[in-house]
C-alpha cells in the first residue's frame, strides 16, 4: 500500500510529459538549396523561352540573362538543360564569365550539332529562345518539315572579328558570347546551310532570312552574308546589348 503513492506520482509525471511531448511541433526541414546560386527553386510560369518574340524580347534576354541565377531559372523552367562552368580568364582579353555547357533542350527535337558547346548563359538563353520561337516553327511553316538538328561552328574563340582580316577589335567570340549558325537538317532528310541556300527567293532562302530578321529581336548583333563576305556561310549570333542586323 505505501508503494501506490509514489507509483501514482510516477504515473502522473509520465503522463505530464506525454501532454507536453505533444505540444512541441518539430520544426520544418529546410528547403533543399539549389544547385545554382540565386536560381529561384520554383518553376517560372510562362517563361521567356516560352513567350512569342515581340519588341521587348532583346531587353528582356539582357535582363534575365546578365544574372547567372535568373538566367539559370529561365533555363531550368523551359527545361533546357545548362550546366555552369567556373569563372575563367585564358588572357587578357579572352575568357568565360557567367557562362557553361549548353545541352539538349527538352521542350523540342531540334538537337545542336556539335552538342554541348560551352557559351555565356545569356547566349544561351536568347538562343533558346530563337530555336524555340522562330528556327522551329519557321521550318514547319515554310519547308514543310521539323528540324532535327541545328548545325554550327562553335562559339568560343579567342580571335578578333573578321578572324583578324582588317581588324583589332576583340570578337564576341573571345568570351564566348556570340554563334556561328550554319544551317539544320530536317526530319524528312533535306539539309539547309547558308552556303549554299541564302541567296534567291526559294522557300530555303525565304527560312534563312526569316529566322535572320527574327534573330535580329532577340540578339544584340546578328551578321549574315549580306553584311561582308567573312560571313558567306554562317549567321554570326551575338548576344549583347547592342543593336546591329544585317
Known amino acids: 500500500m505505501s508503494s501506490s503513492p509514489r507509483l501514482m506520482r510516477l504515473c502522473a509525471g509520465l503522463s505530464l510529459l506525454l501532454i507536453l511531448a505533444g505540444c512541441v511541433r518539430r520544426a520544418p526541414e529546410p528547403l533543399r538549396p539549389s544547385p545554382y546560386p540565386g536560381q529561384t527553386a520554383a518553376p517560372l510560369v510562362g517563361g521567356l523561352i516560352d513567350r512569342p518574340i515581340d519588341g521587348g524580347t532583346q531587353a528582356a534576354v539582357v535582363r534575365e540573362g546578365s544574372e547567372l541565377g535568373r538566367c539559370m531559372a529561365q533555363l531550368t523552367a523551359a527545361r533546357v538543360r545548362f550546366s555552369p562552368v567556373p569563372d575563367r580568364q585564358n588572357s587578357a582579353v579572352c575568357g568565360l564569365s557567367q557562362g557553361g555547357v549548353l545541352g539538349p533542350d527538352l521542350g523540342t527535337v531540334a538537337r545542336m550539332s556539335p552538342g554541348d558547346v560551352e557559351m555565356t548563359c545569356q547566349t544561351a538563353l536568347a538562343l533558346s529562345v530563337w530555336r524555340r520561337q522562330s528556327l522551329e516553327p519557321a521550318a514547319r511553316e515554310i519547308l514543310g518539315s ?37 544551317g539544320v537538317r530536317l526530319r524528312d532528310g533535306r539539309r539547309i546551310t547558308v552556303t549554299k541556300d541564302w541567296s534567291g527567293d526559294a522557300p530555303e532562302a525565304r527560312f534563312l532570312r526569316r529566322i535572320r530578321d527574327d534573330a535580329c529581336r532577340i540578339f544584340g548583333t546578328v551578321l549574315s552574308p549580306d553584311y561582308n563576305a567573312v560571313h558567306f556561310d554562317h549567321l554570326h549570333l551575338e548576344a549583347t546589348d547592342t543593336r546591329f542586323c544585317r
Open 146 to 182: 521539323d528540324v532535327v538538328q541545328i548545325d554550327h561552328m562553335g562559339a568560343y574563340a579567342c580571335r578578333n572579328v573578321n578572324n583578324g582580316v582588317g581588324s583589332s577589335r576583340i570578337s564576341a567570340h573571345a568570351q564566348a558570347a556570340a554563334l556561328d549558325f550554319a
